[in-house]
């Protein structure tokens, strides 16, 4: 792995991947995976352990932010490793738009940042028709941006999660039909609080309707930040029936951003690269390559 933020110019495949969809005689029969890494582009750092974590952990996927810092790195190390599924991680919170201050003055301050907080945002959001129209640009800005880059769209999620917004939702499946959308996260951890199963349940009806796929169940939202081996093996104790979306945010360092002060990102990276997470997924767990493998619509 080079520490460097150029791509490196081999064009391996990930070592010795755990199972595939490719594997005989298991489709069907074991939970099948998948494994993200979210905040792609965000810094040299976090490209670095993705790259990493693919070519020589259980990460299979990533989900790019197309306006942030360092996309031009993920976008090169992203078709530098082909077998990589990369989809667009909408940021609509506490990140940088694409758009300029003067094209969305609703929506962030003047050096072109949205705020994080989403209540109040959310409220503006449903009630405003300036503020949704702003909304809807931006969106598309973004889905536009992460065409540019030439890269396959395999998913796309929201940053925080906020596509959980009814009004963030209806824009990105009706912008997102025409840049090929065909996946969105679901952001259903087990053991949630019940005030949010009616907006689950809303998602799910939405996105069955409108053919788009999704998984079943999500990890990574109860320890953000701290998915660490232990977490990590815990969670793979036991993966309910169906597609499970393993997602964390990987680094070579610490310290990114403030809101990520607390973020173990080097221990979650060591996660992904872990003989003992390697294992896991092995023994019980078929490996898909993203949303876009048959297995994970099998």
Known sequence: MKSRTEPSNRREQPLTPPLSSEGKGIKGERPRLIVTADDFGLHAAVNEAVEHGYRDGVLRAASLMVGAPAVADAVARAKQNPGLAVGLHLVLADGRAMLPPSRIPDLVDAQGMFNSDMVRNGIRFFFLPRVRRQLADEIR??????????????HVNAHKHFHLHPTILSLMLRIGRQYGLRAIRLPSEPGMGPWLRPWLALMRWRMKRAGIAFNDHVFGLRH?????????????????????????????????TASMADYRHADELAALLSPRVRDAIT???????????????A
Do not use: K, N, W
């Open 224 to 256: 953000s930040g701290g998915m660490d081996e232990t977490v990590m093996l815990a969670i793979l104790q036991q993966l309910p029936d169906g597609l499970s979306e393993v997602y964390l945010h990987p680094a070579s360092h610490g310290h990114l």
């Open 283 to 297: 023994q019980r767990y078929l490996l898909c390559s993203g949303f876009s493998d048959p297995a994970a619509a």
């Open 141 to 154: 800005a973004q889905f536009e941006a992460f065409a540019a880059t030439g890269l396959p769209l395999d």
